[in-house]
């Protein structure tokens, strides 16, 4: 009789232990959640390797990254964005004289009606960008890509395009005198308006086309 009791009591005990108790089952739930946050967070960094916002507010420096940040109408004479991250950004009305954007990541970017005089723009990515109205006045565009950018009403008097790329570059009402056209030799003349002129200061006898 002792011993039947005994077994009983002793299968009682191991179906007991075989079930985990609640505050088991709770830890296990938050476990199972933490590990599907952190598997989704891991998730979303590897399927975007850039930050998802840029900081807007941060000082101009070479190398900020200031993707899609307006920057309309600021104050911007002289600083330095070297290989800066401007994707996308808007610059409507901004003054940039003498600034530079050498090797800047500008893709789509908008400059309109800013002003970019003597800026250095040299081997910077200025595909599809907006310049419409900007003044480029004396800047330096060398080595930029300028590729689908609009650079409609644009003033790029004595602007250095030397060895830009300007495959469907829009070019209507463009001001280009005495800019030097791509092939480094050709001076644009003072008539040149939507595509630049042979003047008579040019080291070639070619008249350049905007088509690149």
């Keep these: 009789m002792l011993d039947a009791l005994a077994r009983s009591r002793a299968r009682r005990i191991f179906v007991l232990a075989s079930f985990p108790t609640a ?13 599907l946050i952190y598997v989704l967070g ?18 101009p420096a070479p190398g900020v990254y200031w993707r899609r940040c307006v920057q309309d109408g600021q104050d911007l004479r002289g600083v330095d964005l070297t290989g800066a991250t401007l994707r996308d950004a808007s610059f409507k009305r901004a003054d940039l004289s003498d600034a530079n954007l050498t090797e800047a990541d500008a893709r789509r970017a908008k400059f309109i009606s800013t002003v970019l005089q003597n800026a250095r723009l040299d081997d910077a990515n200025l595909v599809r960008a907006d310049l419409t109205n900007a003044d480029l006045a004396g800047a330096s565009l060398a080595g930029a890509d300028l590729n689908g950018a609009r650079l409609f009403r644009a003033d790029l008097s004595r602007a250095d395009l030397t060895g830009a790329r300007l495959a469907n570059t829009d070019f209507l009402h463009a001001v280009l005198a005495g800019a030097t056209w791509i092939d ?21 006898l070619s008249e350049a086309e905007p088509s690149g």
């Excluded at 505050?23 to 590990?35: E, N």
């Excluded at 480094?184 to 002129?197: A, L, M, P, R, W």
Aim: proline share 2%.
């Design 184 to 204: 480094g030799k050709t001076i644009c003349s003072e008539d040149s308006v939507g595509q630049c002129h042979r003047s008579s200061s040019s080291r070639d």
């Design 42 to 59: 891991f998730g979303s960094l590897l399927a975007g390797a850039e930050p998802v916002l840029a900081d807007c507010v941060d000082v």
């Design 23 to 35: 505050a088991a089952l709770r830890m296990s739930g938050l476990m199972i959640r933490s590990g």
